[in-house]
């Protein structure tokens, strides 16, 4: 589903912290749509590069550009799976609903409930609906994790190493399911991962950091020799 339109542009961007350079002369477009891998070895600077994409980080030179220009992007994230303690006491819903930003909680509106009921049925939620997130299990709190990214309708969704220590089953489950929306809604994802077959198997493209440069083809095409330390 992925269109010749992009909805990011990264331009000549560099990045180097305290005279040590990460990476330069980054040039990217992730089409709208598209569902790609940032892949790359430890140290390689995907979770920088994430970071600039977040606008959390400032690139050292060049810029991200936008479909509408500038950096004005609605960006849902998903971290790396932690474990909550088991006495986490909100709800799955509470927990997705502390990202609907237009209103305080509780107190929220009619679009916004019916948006929270969606994403909870999307994500195979509805029933773990008023269950503390800490009694759930690790694949359905990264379940609650992705609702709460998705509840405000993001154009790009970053996933960063979302699977590292999960089980096989369980990090299929996860990544199904964010291709079945990218397919079937037309949503865009970055997924930032280590799992070569995992890449190959969910997404269109990769994008590979490797000694300071970016490099990108068909993900089918990934193969291990490809990322070195
Ligand atoms: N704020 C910072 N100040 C100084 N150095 C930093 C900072 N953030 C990251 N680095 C360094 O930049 C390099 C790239 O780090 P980054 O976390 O982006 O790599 P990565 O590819 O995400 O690694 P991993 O796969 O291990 O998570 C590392 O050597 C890291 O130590």
């Known amino acids: 589903?992925?269109?010749?339109?992009?909805?990011?542009?990264?331009?000549?961007?560099?990045?180097?912290?305290?005279?040590?350079?990460?990476?330069?002369?980054?040039?990217?477009?992730?089409?709208?749509?598209?569902?790609?891998?940032?892949v790359g070895a430890n140290g390689s600077g995907k979770t920088t590069l994430t970071r600039?994409?977040?606008?959390?980080?400032?690139p050292?030179?060049?810029?991200?550009l936008t479909s509408a220009g500038e950096q004005r992007l609605r960006v849902g994230y998903v971290p790396q799976f932690r474990n909550l303690d088991r006495d986490y006491p909100l709800s799955a819903e509470a927990f997705v609903q502390l990202n609907q930003l237009s209103h305080f909680w509780p107190w929220h509106t009619t679009k916004e409930?019916?948006?929270?009921?969606?994403i909870l049925k999307e994500t195979r939620l509805t029933k773990l609906a008023k269950t503390p997130l800490g009694m759930t299990s690790g694949g359905?709190?990264?379940?609650?994790?992705?609702?709460?990214?998705?509840v405000n309708d993001p154009e790009l969704l970053i996933l960063d190493e979302p699977t590292?220590?999960?089980?096989?089953?369980?990090?299929?489950?996860?990544i199904g399911l964010v291709r079945q929306l990218?397919?079937?809604r037309g949503l865009t994802v970055l997924f930032v991962t280590h799992d070569l077959p995992m890449a190959r198997e969910y997404t269109d493209r990769y994008l590979l950091l490797q000694n300071g440069q970016m490099t990108s083809g068909n993900a089918a095409a990934l193969t291990d020799e490809m990322i070195t330390d």
């Open 113 to 118: 409930k019916r948006q929270l009921h969606d």
């Open 164 to 174: 590292a220590s999960l089980d096989v089953a369980v990090k299929h489950e996860l």
């Open 52 to 58: 600039i994409l977040l606008n959390v980080l400032k």
């Open 182 to 184: 990218n397919q079937q």
């Open 1 to 38: 589903m992925a269109t010749d339109k992009p909805l990011l542009q990264g331009q000549d961007l560099a990045m180097t912290f305290a005279d040590r350079p990460i990476f330069s002369h980054v040039n990217f477009t992730i089409p709208r749509g598209a569902m790609i891998s940032l």
């Open 60 to 64: 050292t030179t060049g810029k991200v």
């Open 140 to 150: 359905e709190k990264q379940r609650a994790y992705l609702a709460q990214a998705l």
